[in-house]
């Protein structure tokens, strides 16, 4: 399947809001202002286009953001560094196409060589195996766990080494 990378536009925003909404609990409930916020002031926010269709996304926040989210003041908290990974959503007609895994890629390669980690969480409840399954596969490992939503939700804080046989820019690190 033919497909390409790009930075978001403005038209893509509801394409992408209807995506994210059919992977909720397994990402985060937004309206679309906080789609436009994210497009505004994330310093990733990526798509992955085939055939004039939005297939997937990602959404990826560093260090020193205004984000009020628990899960990335939490790692704000305990590292210096990091590319956080706040939302990834691959379409039900473009998963198994490793689409999830060329974001990581692209966002792992578009912030500076000096990012240590790179970090996420994962619902543990409820339950995501699959994601768990997936970033255990890129190299995540957990580092912590906190609870949300006022204690209806727990997730998993992963964080993956990116000096540990990583590629950027199509160099060995």
């Not at 260090?63 to 704000?76: L, M």
């Not at 500076?112 to 970033?135: R, Y």
Request: proline share 4%.
């Amino acid at each position: 399947m033919d497909y390409i990378i790009r930075n978001i536009e403005a038209p893509d925003l509801d394409a992408v809001l209807l995506l994210n909404q059919s992977e909720v609990p397994h990402v985060g409930n937004v309206d679309l202002q906080q789609m436009q916020w994210f497009a505004s002031n994330a310093a990733y926010f990526r798509v992955v286009c085939t055939r004039d269709r939005i297939a997937a996304f990602l959404v990826g926040m560093r260090p020193g953001t205004s984000y009020e989210s628990p899960n990335y003041r939490w790692f704000c908290d305990r590292y210096a560094d990091f590319a956080y990974v706040d939302r990834v959503a691959v379409a039900d007609f473009a998963r198994r196409l490793g689409l999830a895994s060329r974001l990581y890629d692209d966002f792992a390669a578009a912030v500076p060589a000096t990012v240590e980690f790179m970090t996420c969480e994962v619902n543990i409840q409820p339950p995501n195996e699959s994601s768990m399954q997936f970033h255990q596969r890129l190299g995540f490992r957990q580092v912590g766990s906190q609870f949300t939503a006022g204690g209806s939700k727990e997730v998993a804080m992963l964080a993956k080494d990116l000096r540990a046989g990583a590629h950027r820019s199509g160099e060995q690190r």
